[in-house]
């Protein structure tokens, strides 16, 4: 059974990088799925942060594009999340997530990871 | 703003039936499948609908969606305490090439 699960720094200065891996286990980062950021700001709803295959496909948020970088390292079976130039705003509740893929078909976030809070204050 | 359109709250009596509505556009739910997630205060969410209908193993049978045109639903029937929760959906978005989530509906259980 894939379990994920988020590290990171739980607190970041304004205007630095916010920094976060998680690790996949039970299963391959390198199977059909993509796998995916998701966040939650407090007193907010879901927020969607961006996806990668394990070929280093990604696709972004369009809102968070310019200061978002996803990568994906095989080796580990990790995949990270890179957020720059980071404010108050970007305070939340940070979640990786396997975004199930059948045959291209988008099947759902199905597993998520039990969740990390970043703070951004200095 | 979400793209995706839902309302902030809905509410029901133990055993009652209970419907969440989920409004997009032909670039989202017109044209992708819909996903809705439980989301408990303190807990990571969970997907209890994926392909507008399907329900992933261990979701009880009371959870069920549908979708038409570019709306979507997710209903719960046999309303149980432990359904009180947000609920979420999300749809790919082929204009704006992401994922979109629904801004929410908290679900009491009076």
Same mark, same amino acid.
């Given at each position: ?122 | ?6 309302p902030?709250s809905a509410s ?6 209970v419907?969440i ?26 997907? !209890? ?49 992401? !994922? ?5 509906t908290?679900l009491? !259980?009076?």
């Amino acid at each position: 059974q894939v379990q994920l699960q988020e590290s990171g720094p739980g607190l970041v200065k304004p205007s630095g990088t916010l920094s976060l891996t998680c690790a996949v286990s039970g299963g391959s980062i390198s199977s059909s799925n993509w796998w995916s950021w998701v966040r939650q700001s407090p007193g907010k709803g879901l927020e969607w942060i961006g996806e990668i295959y394990h070929s280093g496909s990604d696709n972004y948020n369009p809102s968070l594009k310019s200061r978002v970088t996803i990568s994906v390292d095989k080796s580990t079976n990790q995949f990270s999340l890179k957020l720059n130039s980071v404010t108050a705003a970007d305070t939340a509740v940070y979640y990786c997530a396997r975004n199930r893929r059948v045959q291209g078909s988008r099947l759902g976030l199905d597993v998520w990871g039990q969740g990390t809070t970043v703070t951004v204050s200095s | 703003q979400s793209v995706l359109t839902q309302p902030p709250s809905a509410s029901g009596t133990p055993g009652q039936w209970v419907t969440i509505s989920c409004s997009g556009s032909s670039s989202n739910i017109g044209s992708n499948t819909v996903s809705w997630y439980q989301h408990l205060p303190g807990a990571a969410p969970k997907l !209890v609908i994926y392909s507008n209908n399907q329900r992933p193993s261990g979701v009880p049978d009371r959870f069920s969606g549908s979708e038409s045109g570019t709306s979507a639903s997710l209903a719960v029937s046999g309303l149980q305490s432990e359904d009180e929760a947000d609920y979420y959906c999300a749809a790919w978005d082929d204009s704006l090439n992401n !994922v979109v989530f629904g801004g929410g509906t908290k679900l009491t !259980v009076l």
